[in-house]
């Protein structure tokens, strides 16, 4: 049933990324709330959700990136599964930081991919870095509520298993 779930949230965020986020872009550039809601989750989760969270989004951002398929979904891998180590270090109650964590992720993943295209010799906008950064953090800042919510429903919690 968790799985479900996050497979439909995931989905649904993926088509608002593809059809409702771009009238928000600035220089061409725009951020994914699938990939906030990926980041967050696996900052608040275990090794488990950062696993699942990279593959499932990682999957559905490659299949609208039209030039090395696999690229999001490796980067996502890395980037949620440090997310998730972080994540673990931290209290509980520390909201700012969870933002704040996503939105660093967010721009590391940014300059990763801008230079990556760069490097194989695609077009890349260079304005793509911040702004990525600063929709994410709005992104996130507006969807940490929702996603701590979530985590608190009772299919959603992982159980102890002795």
Known sequence: MRLAILSLISL???MLDMTLVP?????GAYGSLLFTFGAIFSVQGDYDDAFLMA?????????????????NMLLNLFLFLGL??????LKEG??????????GGALLKSLVMFSLLTLFGFGANSYSIPVT?????IFALLMHGSIVSLRRVPYMKKEWKF
């Open 55 to 71: 593959i499932l989004t990682g999957f559905l951002q490659d299949i609208f990136f039209p030039y090395a398929f696999g690229m």
């Open 84 to 89: 998730s180590k972080i994540g673990t270090t």
């Open 133 to 137: 950064g600063i929709h994410t953090l």
């Open 23 to 27: 009238f928000f872009s600035s220089w």
């Open 94 to 103: 520390r909201h700012a930081a969870e933002v704040l964590f996503s939105t």
């Open 12 to 14: 649904l965020l993926s």
